[in-house]
């Protein structure tokens, strides 16, 4: 049997690599390592152990090799060190090749064996740090291992994170921020190096560690990292569990800027589901964010601090201390921001904060909630249509529950910017400005009254002709409602076309289908008024009516035959009297 090489394959071994004569022992060490490696894969028994003893080697090989420019020869404790690990490294190399062949004499003596490898291995590694620690490692002698290319193997991916690891451990501040940049990059790049990082023992630790950094660099880099991991879901449990909320919490109060966008991001991937909300509140966090809303904060973070507060409204205790600390006031101010990211981010929360909760509610409208909400709707103003489609549904959702917040709004020319974006409106917004005056027209008599002077009549009319069932229905229930109110109804009526189309839109097959009924409710209504029977008896498409009412699939259209014959009838009466 071979060992295995990088690329999986097979190659001759020996007991120990030869070396050229000459060779210095650090670099004698780093090819026995290198070599011995791609060995241990080849061993089939003690698996987990010669698991652990792989990461021992795959950290001493990142560490030597970066300090492989460095004179040894200068540092009788570095030399020492490596001689030690040249020895180590034959021991094991000798026992790789054993439990290979299946040549060793009992699995419990091989097993006391690799411990003992492991041991020492773990012992090189410490005292390897200590040394580095003292300063000797520095980036102008540490060598760059080049970045796996893409579809890179896992070992590859393993052995270039155990290398940034090992600079992040000991090497300068320079080489410790290079070294998480560099980690930031591959994570970006490709989220296969999340679950390496994961899977590769004391990363994360050291993430959470350099959290607290006194180095401004090193905190920014980190909580970047740290934000990118908990992006995903099978991994939040283990910075949670690495203690990473408390530093988080503490780069929010006195972090940089860039610190805190990287802090308040990762917070928010890490409350999305309430979960972690009492251990984010137990160290401030609730009172760290409102601070960061309430000042002049760059949009970024902002945004990122209005996303983490809403996922914490979900817990009742935490809702209520927001309330109390004004965060109400605070959130209307921003909704006056220029800023689109910082808008949206403040109705999405003011939203989540109202819901099921009239209290709250009460007190946004109080405080100029639904004014700041319509003036996102000025068409003068710059805001991107989905903006103004988040607004005019916060509106939707926060004033049409009350018959006095309807009245508020439309005291503040609500009606006149919803029929503007009826006519003038990007599709989508078009038909969500229709959705919303179609439930505005039943909130009240009073809106119905208001619509009708404002022209909406006009518009619903022309959505009868909608290629969107929904679309038509909800013009036609609209409509429905509004001529019931009399001034609507004589203005409905003046304009012939209007009734042509209705009769002419009554469709015999579909029965009494929801449009059909909308659309007799109209005529009935229409009925009331003497120019209304008129036209509509008059009319060359009022034989629909009848269409329907002889199909006895409208009980709708027999009423209303019923009603226009009886009317007929009485003007009959009336005239035979008068004459």
Known sequence: MGEEDFTGESKPFHSSPEQPTGISNLRQTIEFISSLIPLSHSVRVFAGKWQHIRNKLEELYSGLIAAENFDSGENPSL???????????????????????????????????????????????????EIYKKGIWSNGYALVVSKPNLGASKED??????????????????????????????????????????????????????LSSNEVGIQEESAKVVSVIAGFDSYKGILVAAGVIAPLVRVLDCGSEAGKVGAASCLMKLTENSDNAWCISAHGGVTALLRIC???????????????????????????????????????????????????????????????????????????????????LEPKLS???????????????????????VSILMSYGFVDQLLYYVRNGEVSMQELALKVAFRLCGTSEEAKKAMGDAGFMADLVKFLNAKSFEVREMAAEALSGMVMVPKNRKRFVQDDHNIALILQLLDPEEGNSGNNKFLISILMSLTNCTSGRKKIVSSSYAKNIEKLAEAEVSSDAKRLVKKLTANRFRSMLSGIWHS
């Not at 030399?79 to 009992?106: F, M, P, Q």
């Not at 560099?182 to 990082?197: A, G, R």
């Not at 927001?322 to 689109?340: A, G, H, K, Q, W």
């Open 294 to 376: 309430g000042e002049d904060c760059k949009r970024d973070l902002v945004g990122f601090a209005c996303g983490v507060l809403r996922n914490l409204v979900g817990v009742e205790e935490i809702k209520r201390f927001m309330v109390e600390e004004s965060v109400v006031s605070t959130f209307i101010r921003l909704l006056r921001s220029n800023e689109e990211v910082i808008l949206v981010n403040s109705i999405g929360f003011i939203q989540t904060i109202s819901y099921g909760d009239e209290l709250v509610r009460e007190m946004v409208i109080r405080e100029g909630g639904s004014r700041a909400l319509l003036s996102v």
């Open 383 to 405: 805001y991107s249509s989905k903006t103004r489609e988040i607004a005019i549904r916060a509106i939707e959702n926060l004033c049409f529950s009350s018959s006095t917040c």
């Open 157 to 210: 991916m393993r052995f270039y994170i155990r290398d940034l690891l090992s600079r992040m451990k000991i090497g300068d501040l320079g080489m410790k921020k290079q070294a998480l940049i560099n980690l930031y990059d591959v994570v970006v790049e490709d989220e296969k190096y999340v679950k390496v990082i994961v899977d590769v023992g004391d990363v994360v630790h050291v993430l959470v560690g350099f």
């Open 79 to 129: 030399s020492g060190v490596v001689l030690s690990i040249l020895a180590t490294t034959s021991e094991c190399y000798d026992l790789a090749k054993r439990c290979v062949d299946h040549s060793y004499s009992g699995k419990l003596l091989m097993q006391s064996d690799l411990d003992v490898i492991f041991a020492k291995f773990d012992n090189h590694v410490k005292k390897l740090t």
